[in-house]
């Protein structure tokens, strides 16, 4: 539709007949045929007919008063859409129609309080619809408007209320199309560099099509869309990425959830991927650069939120690191605020999860098969200052599973042949079981079909274990296993090893330990939430009042307790792992370093340290950390096999 069909009064089913009717029309004519529009006359026009003060009263059967404000107030706004080729760009536009926006704003709740019902009749009803949709995309031009669009309640759930498609599921549609978002997403600007109040209206679009779930369900869709090239054109493509952008900063119940189970991490992977394909330095450098801060964007926030470590690993496994090395060349060609906060996704967002045992076998897999892809990493850039970060990180944290496992097998296979005769006798035992099975008697035979229940429903309560990881789908998040814990603990022992100049200078430097001399008043913090460790020393005494302040901390006033009470055989670390949307907060008792008995004189010696003095080498001192512990346990383990082959014997004789 043109502008000179906007502006004609029929388009508002209304005839000028008043001398103030005329002169609106005159204008209207006037700022669409002019360079420059008259910004005094608009301004007066806006402020006499598109102010709160003009809006009448909602009655069953209005006045003529009232239907005569009516009629000068769609013509204002017709003078409004004249506006539209004005708009944006700095213009002196912007400031006379951002100065009047309160009065707009409630004229257009009156129009869509009008369009419910038939006061002003159904030609009236007609032409409040077409008002509403027109100016709020007109207005959209400007984008000092559109910041005050959305920082007001209510204007999302108009856009989508009113959007142009048909049908119960116009809403809905409206966001897939990415038409509903017009109005509120920035335009040619990095997306999330505007102010925070763009975000503001997101809550009432959601709610307006639908709750969390078709959302999500449209959102998926709309990035599939994007992956099949169903949208050529790059700017149609950022407009539908940014909206995304923000649904997945959105705090709204339950919608980053359903985006994970949907799939939205692998999707946008696979989005990512293709911008690169498809869109080469070259064409649309600038725009696309914006798609790929988009998918950057999205990845980091729905990692955020939720079971974070089991979303980590699925977008490694879905090929992150391949795309977002592919992207370096992009992303270093942004501005340097944009470009460090992509580079983030890896040292600081996934690095942060690298403490959890699933993601860095995803990690070491992934690793594997980026060897495999040989890219040149010559162009620099923060992207690959982030992965050497990563790469550097995840070697560590690899090392400590393969030497744990190198440690484990070795101490087990001075016990092979026992396992073997073990395993042997258990097999032939149930095979004999088997073929007499026919001949027990019901003593026996209850007691193997118990054997074998309880066998199963073992099996069943595994699976529900493994299950629980589901319970993100209400926003949960799973705890820390006991060998997850067990984990944690050796890393904080190997960086405390691996950092053993740092932890001897801040506790020389500290205040606790200056006052009183004592290790029993010092307690460490190692924060994992953002990759590498971080390690710093505070007073006891704090950790002793956040266990009295906070009610999931109880359990810590004991510890502290223990500690302050210790004879200085023990360190107390408070370690601090990302968990998604939140960060589990876990205390350790941890063996004093043989190399700090001497610096403060302890009574009691140790006769087996857990840990030595600092080794040469990390895999050294890891070897030394576990060593004692195994093989103290070995006579107990042969014994434990033992008493095994003999309760099954026992079983077999007294059945038969």
């Known amino acids: 539709m043109s502008q000179r069909s906007r502006i004609k009064p029929k388009t508002i089913a209304i005839q000028a007949a008043q001398p103030d009717g005329r002169k609106l029309v005159e204008l209207a004519q006037r700022v669409a045929a002019s360079n420059e529009p008259p910004t005094t006359e608009i301004e ?35 003078v409004l859409q004249a506006c539209e080729a004005h708009l944006g760009g700095g213009s002196a536009l912007d400031p006379c129609v951002r100065k009047a926006w309160p009065g707009i704003w409630g004229w257009l709740q009156f129009l869509d309080h009008g369009y419910q019902g038939v006061q002003f009749g159904d030609a009236w009803k007609g032409s409040a619809a077409l008002t509403i949709r027109s100016i709020i995309a007109i207005l959209a031009c400007s984008e000092a408007v559109r910041v005050e669009m959305a920082s007001t309640p209510g204007v999302a759930t108009m856009v989508a209320k009113h959007s142009p498609n048909e049908g119960p599921s116009a809403s809905e549609n409206a966001l897939a199309s990415g038409s509903g978002c017009h109005a509120l997403a920035p335009k040619h600007v990095p997306p999330k560099q505007t102010d925070d109040e763009v975000l503001a209206g997101m809550n009432d679009v959601i709610a307006g099509a639908g709750g969390a779930k078709p959302i999500a369900a449209r959102a998926i ?11 050529p054109n790059i700017e149609d493509t950022y407009t ?21 189970v949907r799939g939205i991490i692998p999707w946008t992977i696979r989005v990512l991927s293709w911008l690169e394909r498809n869109f080469g330095k070259q064409a649309h450098q600038e725009m696309a650069g914006q798609c790929v801060a988009a998918c950057f964007y999205i990845l980091a926030d729905v990692l955020y939120k939720g079971n974070g470590p089991l979303w980590a690993a699925q977008a490694l496994d879905a090929g992150l690191l391949p795309a977002v090395l592919k992207s370096a060349a992009r992303v270093a060609d942004m501005p340097e605020m944009m470009s460090s906060r992509c580079a983030s996704l890896l040292h600081k967002v996934i690095g942060g999860f690298i403490i959890d045992r699933p993601v860095i076998r995803a990690t070491a ?22 992965w050497r970060d990563f790469k550097t990180l995840a070697q560590e944290r690899c090392g400590v599973i393969i030497r744990i496992a190198t440690l484990v097998q070795s101490t087990e296979m001075k016990q092979t042949c026992f396992v073997a005769a073990a395993a042997y006798l258990r097999i032939t035992a149930v095979n004999r079981v088997k073929s007499c099975i026919g001949s027990l008697t019901s003593r026996g035979a209850s007691r193997i079909k118990s054997f074998f229940a309880v066998r ?15 319970e993100i789908a209400d926003g949960v998040c799973t705890p820390m296993t006991s060998g997850d814990l067990a984990f944690v603990r050796r890393v904080v022992i190997a960086d405390l090893n691996r950092n053993a100049e740092t932890v001897d200078a801040l506790l020389v430097a500290g205040d606790a330990f200056r006052t009183h001399g004592s290790l029993s008043s010092v307690a460490f913090v190692l924060d994992y939430c953002q990759g590498p460790v971080r390690i710093s020393a505070v007073p006891l005494y704090q950790l002793q009042d956040m266990a009295f302040e906070y009610s999931d ?45 001497s610096v403060h004189q302890t009574k009691n010696s140790i006769e087996d340290p857990i840990i030595e003095d600092p080794p040469d080498s990390p895999q050294e001192g890891l070897v030394t950390i576990h060593q004692e512990k195994v093989e103290t346990s070995t006579s107990y383990y042969f014994l434990l096999h033992v008493l095994v082959v003999c309760v099954t014997l026992y079983v077999i004789i007294i059945g038969i």
């Open 44 to 78: 007066v026009a806006l402020q006499a007919h598109l102010s709160a003060k003009t809006i009448p009263a909602v009655k069953p059967t209005p006045s003529a008063h009232d239907k005569h404000a009516v009629q000068l107030a769609l013509l204002a706004f017709a």
């Open 221 to 231: 869709n709309v990035l599939s869309s994007i992956h099949a090239g169903k949208f």
């Open 240 to 260: 539908r990425l940014v909206f995304i952008n923000h649904l997945s900063a959105s705090d709204f119940p339950n919608l980053s959830a359903e985006m994970l």
């Open 365 to 386: 897999k992934a690793m594997r098969r980026l060897d495999r892809l040989d890219l040149d990493d010559s162009a620099g850039g923060p992207i690959w200052e982030a």
């Open 456 to 470: 199963t429903y073992a099996r069943i309560n595994i699976t529900l274990s493994d299950n629980a990881d589901f």
């Open 553 to 597: 901390l109880r359990d810590w006033k004991l510890v502290t307790e223990n500690a302050a009470k210790g004879d200085e055989l023990v360190l107390l670390a408070e370690v601090k792992v990302l968990r998604g949307i939140t960060y589990y907060r876990h205390l350790e008792l941890l063996p004093l370093p043989g190399h700090w008995q």
